[in-house]
């Protein structure tokens, strides 16, 4: 059976969507987006991907194409459609379509923006990855200077990705003026001496909300937390390090550039976050 998908209103069978080849997102990534995990049918964190869904667009001079209610009213719906218990919501709105290409922005009261949403069936609570944790490599950062918009330009992690497939790893850290930023699409972290080391906020970094919840669980529970910039020979010597999304909770990672971290397998920080989050965004979920 295919997945029933959003678009514009209508709920339709995935090959019956449809969005105009003149679409600013097609042509121009003039778009912005978000991923919500699902666990037991219900949505995690909600609140905080909506709010950053609105700065997004607030960012960009976008126009909201549904209020925040309606947004989850579509969820809970392709939620219930799908029969997604666990997985994630792809949402993606984009600054629509004029009818032809032009850079400058189309007015926004005659060009409504646009508004895709789909469902992806997915195991992310027992996943076998967390088990064996991630192997990364480091590319240099190359992206644009507003890393906190959560824009649909994803080339260049997609090229990180790429890079990491092909030296036999999961995933690239980008790295800029020496220091990491963060993963092609996650927040980076090392551990070190107990201490949980993860950039500070910037327009350098995508504001994770899976990185948000991670860190206030983690004071929560009396860890230490430093907001910092680390480098790649930092990272390579700390005890441990994971990564945090809305699509992989917290995912340990073991090896660094070839360099293998502590035993080679997930370290009990990152073992015990996911587990706090894990438990802790389920109770809190929509
Ligand atoms: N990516 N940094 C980048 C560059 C990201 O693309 C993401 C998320 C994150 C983590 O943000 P959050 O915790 O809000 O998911 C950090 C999503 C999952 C994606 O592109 O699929």
Known sequence: MSRIVYVNG???????AKISIFDRGFLFADGVYEVTSVLDGKLID????????????????MAA???????????????????????????????????DRDFPYPDASKVPSSLVLFTQSKKIADSPAAKVGMKVI???????????I??????????GKMAAKAAGCDDAWMVEDGTVTEGTSNNAYIVKDGTIITRHLSNDILHGITRR????FARE??????????????????????????STFVMPVVEIDGAQLGDGTPG???????????????????
Not at 47 to 58: F, I, P, Q, V
Not at 138 to 148: A, C, K, L
Not at 222 to 238: D, G, L, N, Y
Not at 268 to 286: D, G, H, M, N, Q
Request: with cysteine.
């Open 221 to 246: 529970a009396q860890m230490q937390v430093e907001e910092r910039a680390f480098t790649i020979e930092e990272a390579q010597a700390a005890d441990e390090a994971f990564v945090t999304s809305a």
């Open 46 to 61: 909600f609140d905080g991907h909506a709010k950053r869904l609105e700065r997004s667009l607030n960012e960009l001079d």
């Open 150 to 159: 959560k824009t649909v330009q994803l080339l260049y992690p997609c090229m």
């Open 65 to 99: 194409p549904v209020t925040m209610e309606e947004l989850l009213a579509i969820h809970r719906e392709l939620m219930a459609q799908n029969d997604l218990t666990e997985g994630m919501i792809y949402l993606q709105v984009t600054r629509g379509s004029d009818g």
């Open 10 to 16: 209508d709920y339709v069978p995935e090959e019956e």
């Open 138 to 148: 480091s590319v240099e950062d190359i992206r644009w200077g507003r890393r906190d």
């Open 268 to 286: 009990p920080v990152a073992k015990r976050l996911r587990e706090i989050y894990l438990a802790e965004s389920l109770k809190a979920a929509l």
């Open 213 to 216: 919840a991670v860190l206030a």
